[in-house]
């Protein structure tokens, strides 16, 4: 399975390391963002305030804009932590959450790709074709499933970015390369800021693996298969969440080898 | 029991719909609320911003404006999307957190029921005290128990709305009918934002039943339901919040047929 | 054991009391807060609008000021409860979240110890450092945990408070007393917002017991205590959170006749 070797190894220095991730997190998966940072073994700081931004995402190891519950004081919040994380050669992981379901979200997503220089824009179908300016709502995403990873790519070149795309499988590129994560359940549509999650674990893997294909497909992975094994206790949402928490504390590299299913298209 | 025949069919197609539920929910609830609404079968979308509420609560099925942790920023930002729901026929359900408490929070409940078309407002007892302008703070409402329905009644003919204020036992009036919901479980007071959660279930039935008294008294029964067989898992509130979400993801028809304690006052 | 007969009273009354307990929380915890009140026995509320917390902030029983996701607007209204606060004798517990992690943190938290009366400050060794005035950035605490409660000591002299500082020991001194507690779990490091939800049963007892370094230990000793007892029924964070809050709601003064380790140093 590609990235058998790395995974074990990346996830070993990420809990050895514990690296920064400054989040702009939404109100509503704030602490489960959290908890789920220090359950892969990072450390999570939620900030906002003008008067501190710059200097937290300057020296932050990872930057984690997700626009879940912004406003007009956030975004500019957003706006000068981004530009000193690209001062600061700080990567970020940009979570377009909504794009395409406002015209002000899909307006704030586009100034954020232009004025600080991101490296992962990670969304679901319908947020995703929004930014690649494709036709179509929030809804309807299924029904194009087969061309999801025509709009990874065309956002990848657009924006220069690693564009992922996810849902009942993930689609990650940066252009050239085509990376299928199958791994996942369909319960962690009932869990509020699943993505935003999964966005929490690729982002701390973003600071120790600097080929952002690899770190994503290594965080989408680690959420997922976390995700398998606690739908093995729990079929419902409620205790199902916190097993998910468990179950990345719990995580090892081996999981990796025995259960995930990444798909490298040639 | 009354609604027997409605709720199994109203609960199927919630499910099917999966209506979006636009909330002005506070910080302390935020997460319990997104995830309630999951587990019965609805979209949640919390947002605030002034550039984008008036888009989003147009083409929302119910707005739930829950004034719970509000501020001047919020309280603009509800007005706007309350008047822009109130246009669109989209129904609104109001939850006046605090009101009594504090001078503001009675003042922004009274402003937002007179600039917006309010369907639903649910409160505790002390709550819709302050609201009908009956004597008494937050507290002391148990010993006025008898004369809860009246303070419904009397709120239901003053605004025009269905009043719920909630309790050990909840009390439902649109001014003419008059429904008890004796379901529930005093465990629920030791979970924040419990009251704050039920308002989602209510809020969510509201997209699928236009007669809101129904709607009111089907999601009460909903919500409390599972939170009794949630208790039959758990006696103390940790592990006892999770299991409710699971039971309100699992809860089917005929656990209100078997379950719900509703009386019709003649 | 120190407090073996004052505990059990204290928790006892505090559980008559229900005393108010008023909030500024930081948004990630925020959740665990409330629900880690009630609990406990105490009863949360969180607010933060200008217009009303001066109102709470007189009437509450105790105010809890979190800085955690502080910005100008929460940092406005953070002054204006503690004045009010202050001069109606209400005891203020301050978090000072992050502090040395950013300058406009240091500044916040030294201008609510100018501005208002602060009985408690409880932060975790880096903070307190900062605090201090001591070199040394958050990291790298524990090559100086001997001197941990020298620094508490000088917070105490310096600002005429009751200092707590928290770690795998805890150390509390108000200038005279020093009392070291050694009960906890290192699991509480992976959960986010453990240090805001010890502070919010420091601030429950508060309430109760008006001597500051009684009041502090009983709640260090409450938390922690419940840590322990859930760490025996699960060492992953997701679960263990949900024990802990139960253990909290279930605890008894016998537990902590049992459990406590307390060390008064003469």
């Known amino acids: 399975m590609w990235l058998s ?25 704030m602490n489960d963002a959290a908890n789920v940072t220090l359950a892969i073994g990072a450390s999570p700081i939620m900030a906002h305030a ?7 995402a300057s020296k932050a190891n990872v930057l984690y804009i997700n626009i879940g519950t912004l406003d007009e004081y956030w975004v500019e919040s957003m706006i000068i932590a981004g530009k000193a994380a690209s001062r600061n050669n700080v990567p970020i992981l940009l979570d377009p959450v909504g794009a395409g379901a406002t015209r002000y979200r899909t307006e704030v997503v586009k100034r954020i790709l232009n004025e600080a220089e991101v490296s992962v824009v990670k969304g679901n179908g319908g947020e995703m074709l929004a930014l690649a300016g494709v036709a179509g709502g929030v809804k309807g995403v299924d029904s194009i499933a087969n061309a999801t990873m025509d709009v990874a790519v065309k956002i990848a070149e657009e924006y220069n970015v690693t564009a992922v795309v996810t849902g009942p499988w993930d689609y990650v590129s940066d252009g050239k390369r085509r990376i299928i994560v199958k791994n996942g359940t369909p319960l962690l549509q009932y869990v509020t800021g699943s993505g ?13 693996n600097r080929d952002f294909v690899k770190a994503s497909v290594e965080g989408l992975v680690a959420f997922e298969i976390a995700a398998e094994k606690a739908e093995a206790k729990s079929k419902a949402p409620g205790t199902f969440k ?7 504390f719990n995580l090892t590299g081996d999981d990796y080898v025995r259960m995930a299913k990444v798909e490298v298209i040639q």
Chains 1, 2, 3 share one sequence.
């Open 5 to 29: 070797g790395e995974f074990p190894r990346d996830l070993k220095i990420l809990r050895d390391k514990k690296p920064l991730v400054h989040h702009f997190m939404n109100f509503v998966a």
């Open 50 to 56: 003008k008067e501190e931004v710059e200097e937290l």
């Open 196 to 208: 935003c999650m999964v966005g929490s674990v690729i982002a701390s893997f973003m600071a120790i």
């Open 242 to 248: 916190q097993y998910l928490i468990d179950e990345l």
